[in-house]
């Protein structure tokens, strides 16, 4: 069983910087991808990034590229996701997720989830 633990959410104004972390509570080489989903009130949860474990590759979602950078810090089995130039749109809350086959199957098929960080960005 893997844990996730996310944390550096909060509220900053529309331009401003966000970090997010997620602390993975065991190395697993089952994993395949460690990413992002995000789920605005009313809306469906949605893919924001990902990386895959194997060779570093990443995901992006149109709506975040170019803005949003996706990292692993092995030595803390941490995955980072660096928001900068953040817009009201990107207000939701955010999910750090782990699986064992691919990240991009549907997140109702996603093994391991965070508790989810708000991310709140005002205009």
């Known amino acids: 069983q893997v844990q996730l633990v996310e944390s550096g959410g909060g509220s900053v104004q529309a331009g401003g910087s966000l970090r997010l972390s997620c602390a993975a509570s065991t190395y697993t080489y089952s994993i395949v991808c460690m990413g992002w989903f995000r789920q605005a009130p009313g809306k469906e949860r949605e893919e924001v990034s990902f990386?895959?474990?194997?060779?570093?590759?990443?995901y992006y979602a149109d709506s975040v590229k170019g803005r949003f950078t996706i990292s692993h810090d092995n030595s803390k089995n941490t995955l980072y996701l660096q928001m900068n130039n953040l817009k009201p749109e990107d207000t939701a809350m955010y999910y750090c997720a782990a699986d064992r086959r691919g990240c991009r199957r549907g997140y109702n098929l996603i093994d391991y989830w965070g508790q989810g960080t708000q991310v709140t960005v005002s205009s």
């Open positions: 990386r895959y474990t194997a060779d570093g590759g990443t």
